[in-house]
Structure formats: C-alpha cells, structure tokens
C-alpha cells in the first residue's frame, strides 16, 4: 500500500504553502479519488464514461445548467446564455450570451461563433457521441456577436436539455478545438469554475481554480482527481486521510460499512446508471429469437438485487430507465423462469447448452454481478467465456463488437426518446459510423423512435415511444435490470456549497461555492 500511495506525496496533494501579499497562506487543494485507471478523454463531445463526464463538468458550461446538485429538468436556469426566448410555435429559440465570460487561458471571450461552433460539432457524428440526440435541429445561426439562434424541425420539449452543461451541451472554444485538434482530448480548454492544468496518464489529472469565473473565484484552489482503479486502494487512501472525495463501490454492504466511519459523510444519489445486459444479436446463436428470450428466463432480477442492495438499486420496469419521460411502465414483462428458458432452449436445439465470449469490466460495480449473471446462466447450460479487462479495456473491447453479451450502466437526460437513439436505434450501432451505444443491433423500434422525434402532439409523441419500448422488449434486444444509484464519500469538511440530490453528470460538482477545511 505505502508504494501505491508514495506518488500522493511526491506529487505534493498536501496543502502547499503560496505566497500572497508577501503572507505565507495555505492553499486549498481538493483531493480526488475516481474509480478508474485512466481517462478515456476530456472532450465534452465525446466523453462518455462516468470517470470523464463528472470531471468534464468541473471544467465547462452549457448554454443553460441544471443547478448544482440538482438533475430536475424543470429546474434548468441560465448559464452562458443570461435569457432566451421561443416563438410561439416553439421552433425559433433565440439566446443571449453573457457578455464578458473567457475561456480559460488566453482563448479569448466566449462568442455567439464559439456557441454555434460548439452545437454544430455536437451534432455532427465525425466530432460527437451524442450527435444523434440533435437530429431535431434545422439551423444554428448567430445574428450577432452574442446571439444565437436555434431552429427546429418540429417543437422539442426537452430542447434546454439538451443545450445544459451535459454531453453534448457543453461550449469549447473554437479557436482552442482548431488549434489543438486531436490534443484537445487532454488539454481541454472550458469556461468553468476549474481550467486544465496537468495530465500524467494511468496517475492524474489536475485542475486550477478559474479566477475569472463569471460567478466568482472558487474557495477550493486546486483539484487533483486521482485515478485508483483498487476499491481498496481508493478506500485506505481515504480512511488514512490521504482524499477528501471518493467514487464509492455501490454496494450496500460497502455504504453500510462507510456510513460507520466518523470521518466519512456518504452521498447516495440520482440518477441511476441503469445497468442492462444487452444482447449482441450478430453473434450467433443469439441471433435466434428463442436463444434470447431463454437468456431472459434464465436471469433471476430480484436476487441480483437482493445481492447489490436496496439502499442502491430501483427494479427496472421497461428498457428504458425508470422515471425517464415517456418510458413505458411494466413495458418488460419476463420474469425468471428456468423451465421456459430451458424449453425455449431445446426448441432452438441448444438442449445442451453453448459457449459464448464475454468482455467484462474488473471494476466492483461491474464484476461481482456479471458473475452472478454467469452463475444464473449456466444453471440452463448457457456458458459465458469471460475475458475480464480493465474499464478503459472493457469499453475499447465492447466497441470492437466481440463481446456476445454487454453490462453496461449509464445515465442520460431522462428522456425515453435520448435513451432509445442512444441504446436501440440502428444507426447508433457499435462498428457503424455513427455508432453510440447500441451494442446489440437491435432495429426493432427505428421506425416508432423516429417518428415520434417529429411528432408535435405530445400524446402521440409518448404513444410512439412507448411503442417502441414493446417492440424492442418483444425482439428482447436487452434485458433490463435496474438503476444503480451513484455513491460518494467525502470528508464533513468538504462542504459542497449545494443540497445533493442528483447530477447528469454523476460526480459531485464541485463549485465556486465549495469548501475544504
């Protein structure tokens, strides 16, 4: 343990000392602990994994902003824009942009050009994950220096949603991205409270309090967000005084055995990565309905979640998240069966069972269930061949399409129509152009997803989504299993500066208003 935590120190995490109006003072550095063995990027446009999106959040703005601690779309305030306005059709959104608010370093005041800049690239499938959540989109066009005008194809309730401080919402520098090019990824440039400092890879990232932060200088002056893969690792750094902030395992023995330490405050909150265990229909034998139906028979929800906890899970009722608008309420109705799963087996010719290649992650939020899933699975003779990697490994590999079956946990704007272009629309399919995160081929809902994409008619737009979600459960392109909430541990003398309730981004913001004593 004293040679994985040497470079803590080496690196000076302690608070250093800065001279100041010729007075020694203590400077505030945040130590961070993240459950991960390196970045994937810092991109906001690209950034997609739970160790890139929280930190990524620290570093830029949207045009609007769910409030710290808060993921409750009815709640979205201005940010970058200080007003807006709609047309009374709801198609032509017009924003202000605060005048005044730089880009950190010397990358110059934000623009209505970097604004435009900014959405065009999160909608375009070359620069961005998230670009299929902007199809709804006509024009984006700045009538002047700090205007900016969006039009729709149709009118999109969940359009602020969309241009928030999240994925694909966030605003870059233009001259900074054209600059940069491919170093952008580690060397992002933002407006937010932290700017980018440093990087050591599989080690670090670190950040600096933003001076000229339009809402006023952090208290905390600097962040060193730690990349510690060991649970065990990351949870004696913190016990010994070595973090203040903790990715928590999402085990309720974990939480249970946290809540008991006197220096320890524990956040248990949403939303919920929603973890589904995606079938990749392209490998065979899962290409036979029956095969997957089986799969589903055999996976007995409740003790998994009997195993990982009640403080930390919500059951899954659909394909789509529990809560999100537009998700369609007991939608997914298999339950365990082993007696169907085996019939439906033999009635494939598989009485005897197969073998299948799995590509599993080695983080705790991912491993311990994958093998219960394994465990549940070969009861009716299904065997998964489990290659277990490291995370940034385990989401390279599921992209590369080799894995039969895929677990994978996220949380997106609670929007059935986002989650479903993401998940289970065709063209966001692994290995495709415009992949996102359809790893399991599945096309069965394309024509009622894209229809309600253009739909006015709130009624129908929700009957078309909900259509969707039947169909892709009948084809049982996934099964779902539930939402898994996200768990941090801080130390009480971090004070957030916010109630925390919930985040998109799924770290705790850390904010011009946070405090460490």
Known sequence: MGKALRPLWALGLVAGMVMASGVAQAQSVLRVGAMAGDLVTLDPHRATTSQDVGLVSWIFNGLVRFPPGSANPDAIEPDLAERWESSADGRVWTFHIRKGVRFHGDWGEVTADDVVFSLKRAADPKSSSF???????????????????????????????????????????????????????????????????????????????????????????????????????????????????????????WVERMKKQPKAQVDIFSPGEFRTLHINSRIK????????????????????????????????????????????????????????????????????????????????????????????????????????????TYHAQIRKDVSALVFYGAARFPSADIWLNEFYHSRSTVGTPTAVANFSHCNAGDTDIDAARIEADPAKRTALLHAAQEKIAAQVCAVPLFNLMQVWVRRPGLDLGYQLDGTLNLAPPITEASTLK
């Open 131 to 253: 670009a299929g959540d902007y199809t709804g989109i006509d024009s984006i066009t700045a009538s002047d220096g700090s205007t900016v005008v969006i039009t729709l194809k149709e009118p999109d309730p969940k359009l602020l949603g969309l241009l928030s401080n999240y994925h694909g919402g966030n605003i870059v520098s233009r001259k900074a991205v054209e600059a940069l090019g491919e170093a952008f990824k580690t060397k992002p440039v933002g407006t937010g409270p932290f700017s980018f400092t440093d990087y050591q890879p599989q080690r670090h990232v670190e950040l600096a309090a933003n001076a000229r932060y339009f809402r006023g200088a952090p208290k905390i002056d600097r962040v060193v967000y730690r990349y510690i893969n060991s649970d065990n690792t990351r949870e004696l750094a913190f016990v010994s005084g070595e973090l203040d902030l903790i990715d928590g395992k999402r085990e309720q023995i």
């Open 285 to 392: 034998p899962l290409d036979d309905l029956r095969v997957r139906q089986a799969i589903a028979y055999a996976i007995d929800v409740p003790q998994i979640i009997k195993f990982v906890g009640k403080d930390v899970t919500v059951p899954g009722r659909s394909v789509v998240p529990p809560g999100y608008l537009g998700e369609a309420k007991e939608s997914w109705t298999v339950s365990y069966n082993l007696a169907k799963a085996k019939a439906l087996l033999a009635e494939a010719g598989y009485r005897d069972g197969f073998t299948v290649p799995v590509v599993v992650s080695n983080v705790s939020a991912q491993l311990p269930i994958m093998e219960v899933i394994q465990a549940q699975l070969q009861r009716v003779g299904i065997k998964l061949d489990m290659s277990v990697v490291d995370h940034a």
